[in-house]
């Protein structure tokens, strides 16, 4: 199965990555011992040069990856009526061990590109590039990330057998079944709702103060992380019972099917996109802003949080559709 075009071309965008962070990795360490931006010596002009072309090769590989995520989501779909047992991409992950893990590492390594990107982003609004080597520094701490997911990734491909009888969703995502699903499945519903809307106030409350705060906006990328869970564990528990009207179902990716409208991207792009945003908001906290950017950051840090404000309202409002929608079918 692993000369299946999707897989093919997940695989090669995976080994591009690799390639690409493996060899930008090295010129990080270097760029990260000797990089002065106030020097006119000719090896710290050279670090400039090269950094364009390093950082125009980051930006494309690790925007792919965040994109091959949703390709590898759809195509476990699209493959699960291949396998005995599967009934959507839940069957098609757990056909071997690695299907999940894959999954876990390549949300992480998007997150973390994402964070890379967000942080580059804000390094070229500064007249001397004052990020430079923080970005790189972060870059060094992907690479392995990027690695595990290459190597996990193609474990699972390699290891795809039609043979295998695998268990699905209606056996993985029910309260006797044991194990994280199980205790997501079971989670009571009123509790849910409760993190998942009272949630809401709380990143409102600190998007505001983060505007003036810095301990504020570190504050604010821990809660996303947090809201993050939070969000899956009632998309889980709560939602998708709502969305398939049958309250025993808990699965998350079934919403991502055309029967039940893409519902589920409705649900995950603008949650990934709260979450990243706010993720990127820390990194760039992490430091004191630099002289050069003292002008320029303030209103990136805005769009930041306006960004990751409205990704996390789009999902809630979006999740408490469903459920209003699904009341007035069965109960009129």
């Known amino acids: 199965m692993i000369f299946h075009p999707p897989i093919l071309a997940i695989l090669i965008a995976s080994t591009l990555s690799l390639v690409t962070l493996v060899w930008a990795s090295g010129f990080a360490a270097r760029l990260v011992r000797r990089w002065d931006v106030s020097s006119g010596h000719a090896g710290q002009i050279a670090l400039e040069k090269r950094t364009y072309l390093v950082s125009t090769a980051l930006v494309f590989v690790l925007a792919l990856e965040a994109v091959s995520l949703i390709l590898f989501v759809e195509n476990a779909e699209r493959m699960s009526v291949l396998f005995v047992g599967a009934m959507c991409a839940i069957g098609t992950l757990n056909v071997n061990a690695y299907g999940f893990p894959a999954l876990i590492l390549k949300v992480?390594?998007?997150?973390?590109?994402?964070?890379?990107?967000?942080?580059?982003?804000?390094?070229?609004?500064?007249?001397?590039?004052?990020?430079?080597?923080?970005?790189?520094?972060?870059?060094?701490?992907l690479s392995p990330l990027v690695v595990a997911v290459a190597a996990v990734q193609f474990a699972y491909f390699y290891n795809l057998r039609a043979?295998?009888?695998?268990?699905?969703?209606?056996?993985?995502f029910v309260p006797n079944a044991g194990g994280l699903e199980a205790d997501l499945s079971s989670l009571d519903p009123a509790l849910a709702l409760a993190l998942l809307f009272g949630g809401l106030g709380v990143i409102?409350?600190?998007?505001?103060?983060?505007?003036?705060?810095?301990?504020?906006?570190?504050?604010?990328?821990?809660?996303?992380?947090?809201?993050?869970?939070?969000?899956?564990?009632?998309?889980?528990?709560?939602?998708?019972?709502?969305?398939?009207?049958?309250?025993?179902?808990?699965?998350?990716?079934?919403?991502?099917?055309?029967?039940?409208?893409?519902?589920?991207?409705w649900l995950y792009l603008p949650l990934f996109v709260g979450t990243a945003s706010g993720l990127g908001l820390g990194a760039l906290s992490l430091k004191a802003t630099p002289t050069s950017l003292q002008d320029a950051l303030p209103p990136y840090r805005r769009r930041l949080i306006l960004a990751s404000v409205a990704g996390?309202?789009?999902?809630?409002?979006?999740?408490?559709?469903?459920?209003?929608?699904?009341?007035?079918?069965?109960?009129?």
């Not at 043979?163 to 993985?172: A, L, P, Q």
């Not at 528990?237 to 039940?260: A, M, R």
């Open 108 to 141: 992480a390594l998007f997150f973390g590109a994402a964070v890379w990107l967000i942080v580059n982003h804000a390094d070229g609004l500064g007249r001397d590039y004052p990020l430079t080597r923080f970005k790189y520094g972060l870059l060094i701490a």
């Open 163 to 172: 043979d295998v009888i695998t268990s699905c969703c209606s056996r993985v």
């Open 204 to 265: 409102a409350a600190l998007a505001l103060a983060a505007l003036r705060w810095r301990a504020a906006r570190l504050a604010y990328a821990i809660a996303s992380v947090l809201y993050f869970a939070i969000g899956l564990s009632a998309v889980i528990s709560v939602v998708s019972p709502y969305i398939y009207e049958q309250f025993h179902h808990h699965c998350p990716f079934c919403i991502l099917k055309p029967e039940y409208g893409y519902i589920g991207y």
């Open 312 to 332: 996390f309202g789009l999902f809630g409002a979006v999740a408490l559709l469903a459920i209003l929608r699904s009341n007035l079918i069965m109960f009129g």
